[in-house]
């Protein structure tokens, strides 16, 4: 809850009001009963000015009860709206701040249920404690005074519901709250499962894994009923309890009452308000017990809500520093681990690349070369060895100058939902429609953007499933060129083009991005032929560097793999 306290301050207003509102919506609540005491008497004495008096008083009462209870529920709304919006705003932001390998640790639909369900339950409870927790414990303390007052010799009878309901009361929240946090759990499930399939809907249907899905989804969606089931059984068992209660109370009264009404002719009056009294403190310890499950449910979401924010991003960058480099990548001695693994993706990786060269990288799948580019991109840090970028290690460079410097287009680049302009925009805010096709011209997209009745102005749907995988691939590549970078990283990003636009996309980059430093990874040969140098990674380690001629002398796996390729090809011919 303490994370919460500087939220609540934003709203200081509305929070006053709420709690003031409370305190006259209580007591118009609790004089009632008197005043109807008060008018039952002047009925049994036929004095019709008291009952008339103290009936408008009644009246006035009632009516400010409902605006009490009106604007308290107005502004507890208010402040109960206004925290979930600041503290998801709050948490979208530290989202963008985390490092990648944090993002991955939590993982994406996690921090989504995070970002959307934990901060309901949040937006829940604050509305409920805006209305109930300065409510309950004044009424509850109010009506038992009341209850005490207009009949001292019954005061027992109250001390004996009200222990048989809280008994009840705690025996069921302690089970109830360890289903709450269950429930969470399975809601997550829920959303992993249809996200993984909604995600990957095509190659479901193409492989007819609708009944498969079916079932996985069912299995947690059943999960997810049985402990929603096991909480409203609860729910239901409590209920009639406390009413049993309450009304075995009542009973008792009434009967007590009817013992001692020769003695006591003032308690026949006193009988209703007693009753009154008696139901508002049940209401009082049933919304207690409401509260209290809605705050051990809302008490789990605020505690994920917190683990984000109280994460420090496990990658820091310097505020300020150079705001230029040149594209002169160099490896020294560099070993990297995938956080939580026990062994090193790459070993003891040194390389230099010059400014303005293109460098090829291949390698058996798993060798490697994805995790190469993303140290590059400073996705990750190494443990050990220094990776520089332009003569300066990339730790020692601001987030800004890194970006600027260093283009990464991967093989499913994300694009995102708007236009295409938007998404060339997102990488060169001021990017004009010349610059636009400059950059579509190199990635060989021009062709098919400029056909497009919107041109640039052309929507990109949401995971831009409305172009196709070459497509998108070239859109891409566009967004990777459009700020002319000193780094360009094409992570097989060609896969989906065909030989002749992989050739004309090439030959562009040559030509158009002649300063620019171009790391290619691909499975192909054909694709880095042509590169000034080549790595071969191999299990990590570099197996071999050189030209596509040096290699084919000097390195096995390099022959190898080309060997391969060839007669692949000449398979195909
Ligand atoms: N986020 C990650 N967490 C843990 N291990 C990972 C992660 N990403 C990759 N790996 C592991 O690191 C190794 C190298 O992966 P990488 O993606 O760099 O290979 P690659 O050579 O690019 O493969 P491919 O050609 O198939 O794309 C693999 O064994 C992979 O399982």
């Known amino acids: 809850m303490k994370r919460l306290i500087p939220y609540f301050k934003r709203y200081r207003r509305d929070v006053w009001l709420a709690l003031l509102s ?94 959307t369900n934990d901060i309901n339950q949040v937006q829940q409870i604050v509305m409920a404690s805006f209305q109930q927790i300065t409510r309950i414990p004044l009424l509850f303390i109010g009506a038992f005074i009341l209850a005490v007052v207009t009949m001292p010799e019954q005061w027992w009878v109250i001390i004996v519901m009200m222990l048989l309901i809280v008994a009840a ?45 079916i079932r996985k989804f069912s299995e947690k969606s059943d999960e997810l009923t049985a402990v929603t089931a096991k909480i409203g059984y609860w729910f239901a068992i409590l209920m009639p309890i406390f009413f049993l ?81 040149s594209g002169e990548i160099s490896f020294e001695h560099v070993t990297f681990t995938y956080p939580g693994d026990d062994r090193p993706t790459l070993r003891d990786v040194s390389f230099t690349v010059p400014a303005g060269s293109m460098l090829g990288i291949v390698g058996a799948t798993g060798s490697g070369k994805t995790t190469l580019a993303q140290l590059i991109a400073r996705l990750y840090d190494p443990d050990a060895g220094q990776i520089k970028i332009g003569g300066v290690d990339v730790r020692d460079l601001p987030e800004k100058t890194l970006r600027a410097t260093v283009a990464y287009v991967l093989q499913r680049s994300t694009l995102f939902s708007g236009t295409i302009a938007g998404n060339l925009r997102q990488v060169k805010p001021d990017a004009q429609v010349r610059q636009m096709q400059w950059a579509a ?75 620019t430093t171009t790391i290619v990874i691909a499975e192909k040969i054909a694709s880095i032929i042509r590169a000034d140098q080549i790595l071969v990674l191999d299990n990590g380690r570099i197996a071999g560097q050189g030209t596509h001629q040096t290699l084919l002398q000097s390195s096995a796996i390099y022959q190898a793999i080309y060997q391969t390729q060839k007669a692949r090809e000449e398979g195909l011919k």
């Open 22 to 115: 409370v305190i006259v919506l209580v007591f118009a609540t609790l004089w009632q009963p008197r005043l109807l005491q008060v008018i039952m008497n002047a009925i049994i004495k036929n004095d019709q000015t008291t009952v008339l008096y103290q009936g408008m008083l009644l009246l006035g009462l009632a009516v400010l009860g409902i605006i009490g209870g009106v604007v308290n529920t107005i502004y507890s709304a208010k402040v109960a709206l206004g925290v979930a919006t600041d503290l998801r705003a709050d948490l979208y932001a530290k989202v963008q701040t985390l490092a990648f390998a944090d993002v991955e640790k939590f993982s994406a639909s996690n921090l989504v249920v995070r970002m």
């Open 441 to 515: 011209n190199v990635a060989q997209s021009a062709e098919f953007i400029e056909r497009l009745p919107q041109t640039y102005d052309a929507p990109v749907e949401e995971r831009s499933q409305n172009f196709s995988g070459g497509q998108k691939q070239r859109l891409a590549i566009t967004r990777g060129v459009i700020a002319n970078p000193e780094i360009l990283i094409l992570d097989d990003a060609t896969s989906a083009l065909d030989a002749r636009s992989e050739k004309l996309v090439q030959e562009a980059l040559d030509r158009e991005l002649k300063r």
């Open 169 to 213: 009361a705690v025996f069921a929240m302690r089970r109830m709250t360890v289903y709450f946090g269950q429930t969470q759990q399975d809601i997550e499930n829920v959303n992993t499962v249809a996200r993984e399939n909604l995600m990957g809907i095509r190659v479901v249907k193409s492989f007819v894994q609708e009944p498969n899905e």
């Open 245 to 325: 209660t309450a009304n075995l109370a009542v009973g008792v009264a009434v009967y007590l009452v009817g013992q001692s009404i020769t003695t006591h002719p003032g308690y026949l009056a006193a009988i209703t308000s007693f009753i009154s009294y008696l139901m508002q403190i049940l209401y009082a310890v049933i919304n207690g017990g409401f509260l209290m499950t809605f705050a051990a449910r809302a008490f789990i979401s605020i505690g994920r809500i917190d683990e984000v924010l109280a994460t420090e991003p496990s990658m820091q960058y310097v505020p300020d520093g150079t705001d230029h480099v």
